[in-house]
């Protein structure tokens, strides 16, 4: 997934100022560079995240998720 879809899916789910906070740490993991924007908007459907979320938090409960589905 882009950049600009990865902000496009957080835009779209309020998220925004977590997308801006994660930016960088998406970037450098490369946690959703071979991921589906589907997955992104599931994870964002059933997953609850508070404003104040680690980087770490998120990626555990995505790739929690990710593992969670198949």
Known sequence: MTE???EDV???YGLSSLFSRFKTPLYVTG???EVE???LEDFFDNIELS???LFDEFRFW???FS???R
Do not use: C, I, K, W
């Open 4 to 6: 600009e879809q990865m």
């Open 10 to 12: 957080f835009d779209t």
């Open 31 to 33: 946690l959703l560079d």
């Open 37 to 39: 924007e589907d997955r």
């Open 51 to 53: 404003s104040d979320v």
């Open 62 to 64: 995505f790739q929690y």
């Open 67 to 69: 593992v969670a589905e």
